[in-house]
């Protein structure tokens, strides 16, 4: 069975600090793993992904994400966060070849001037 | 363009009148899938299909009902709706790598 959890409902950091969202993830299978943004009233969009490559992914605005297997993690970091980064992310597993997909509850990310 | 095309975004509708959200895609992919965001659970699956005349239960599957009868289209029925439908929907299309395209979403409301 696959499940994921977001350990922070919530996170708040000042403009130009570095961001960390945390993302544990429990799957029977080699899974691929996600993250994604939801800018408010707008849809979902892919911010990175891994799929059984490198660790360490890179993705659009500045974020990464580094899978590791033995700590079941796939934490969401930036070094220096911007206004514009506020919004909800989800993490989300999907088994490799498999149809389910479960996301996370979402951490809401909040930028202080 | 790419892209994944919901409609209506809005709809205010009666217990038990039954309604169909709409869902299209241009991509030619074969997987869709329909999700339920809410507050503090994030999106939860609904229901999915692998191509066409293919469907199965996501997680949350009462209440509901797909049809795919043809690859771009993924209608999202509800028979009898009831005001714990109350949610925001989101279809998605999925491309190979598994990478989820998200329609704007249709946030309906059941009185």
């Known amino acids: 069975a696959q499940s994921v959890t977001q350990l922070d409902s919530h996170v708040s950091v000042s403009e130009g600090t570095p961001v960390l969202l945390r993302c544990n993830y429990s799957s029977s299978y080699s899974p691929s793993l996600f993250w994604y943004v939801q800018h408010p009233n707008k849809g979902l969009q892919l911010l990175l992904k891994?799929?059984?490559?490198?660790?360490l992914v890179k993705g659009i605005n500045g974020f990464e994400a580094e899978f590791k297997k033995s700590e079941t993690s796939f934490h969401l970091t930036k070094p220096s966060a911007h206004m514009s980064d506020a919004a909800e992310y989800f993490c989300v597993v999907r088994n490799t070849g498999g149809f389910k997909t479960i996301f996370g509850a979402g951490t809401r990310l909040f930028v202080k001037a | 363009e790419a892209q994944v095309t919901q409609n209506p975004r809005y709809l205010i509708t009666v217990t038990g009148k039954k309604l169909t959200v709409t869902c299209s895609q241009n991509?030619?992919?074969?997987?869709m899938s329909w999700y339920r965001q809410d507050p503090g659970l994030g999106l939860r699956q609904i229901y999915y299909s692998m191509n066409v005349e293919v469907t199965d239960k996501g997680d949350v599957p009462e209440g509901y009902k797909v049809s795919r009868k043809e690859k771009r289209n993924f209608p999202l029925i509800l028979e009898s709706p009831s005001p714990n439908q109350t949610s925001l929907y989101f279809c998605?299309?999925?491309?190979?790598?598994?990478?989820?395209?998200f329609g704007q979403g249709t946030r309906l409301t059941v009185v």
């Open positions: 891994y799929t059984s490559a490198a660790t």
């Open positions: 998605a299309s999925t491309n190979p790598g598994g990478e989820n395209f």
């Open positions: 991509m030619n992919h074969e997987y």
